[in-house]
């Protein structure tokens, strides 16, 4: 059955607040805090709630399954997306991370993340790993201001004969109804724009790695 937006927005923000519990522990840096409180807010005013609770659960779906997928545009920005598990780069500035008690420690002066050298943490010992590329979140909800703006997602081909039943089915619907349109019958390559996401069947092999976007 379908859930009203109220029950989605709810159901997303939980979704991002106990990813970010999970990733950064039950005190995040009050920096972490307030890039997803600004970022929240911006996905609001673009209304892209049910864009981005659709993302999540279908992505979680392809990643149970084992399914690869590219997401394509400047997504990778976005703190939220990266929570969810969407995107695949740490859009933070460059810091230290502990994963056992999920403290960071900015490293201001480099300039990328993957460039900090490892170390240990001084709580608990435990080895830190460089992390964050500094990729700002503006860039990625900036397009609602001007004109439409959709999520390119590409997905396994294998998809195709699934997909439109998979979406029908699925508890949440897009404002808009599922449109399917043929791209090119010669590269025989599906579209399917499910709200303001494009769901590409494309060939991509189907292998026991985790879910990957053209960012990663």
Request: one cysteine or more; hydrophobic letters at 45%.
């Given at each position: 059955a379908g859930m009203s937006d109220c029950d989605i927005q709810e159901r997303l923000y939980f979704r991002i607040m106990d990813a970010l519990y999970k990733k950064y522990g039950n005190s995040p840096d009050e920096q972490i805090v307030k890039r997803i409180e600004a970022e929240w807010k911006a996905i609001k005013q673009a209304s892209f709630i049910k864009e981005i609770a659709f993302l999540d659960e279908f992505t979680s779906w392809l990643r149970k399954e084992k399914y690869p997928y590219l997401l394509l545009d400047e997504s990778a920005g976005s703190i939220i997306l990266y929570l969810l598990q969407i995107t695949v780069p740490n859009p933070l500035p460059p810091h230290l991370y502990c994963e056992q008690c999920h403290r960071v420690q900015w490293m201001p002066e480099f300039v990328d993340g993957f460039d900090v050298p490892s170390d240990y943490c001084d709580a608990d010992g435990s080895k830190r790993h460089g992390n964050g590329h500094d990729l700002a979140w503006q860039f990625v909800w900036k397009s609602y201001e001007a004109f439409d703006f959709n999520f390119f997602l590409l997905i396994p081909f294998e998809l195709?004969?699934?997909?439109?039943?998979?979406?029908?089915?699925?508890?949440?619907?897009?404002?808009?109804?599922?449109?399917?349109?043929?791209?090119?019958?010669?590269?025989?390559?599906?579209?399917?724009?499910?709200?303001?996401?494009?769901?590409?069947?494309?060939w991509l092999m189907k292998d026991s790695s985790y879910g990957i976007t053209l960012d990663s």
């Open positions: 195709d004969d699934c997909l439109q039943e998979f979406l029908e089915m699925h508890w949440l619907k897009p404002a808009d109804p599922i449109d399917i349109n043929m791209w090119s019958e010669d590269a025989d390559i599906r579209g399917i724009l499910w709200g303001r996401i494009e769901l590409c069947c494309f």
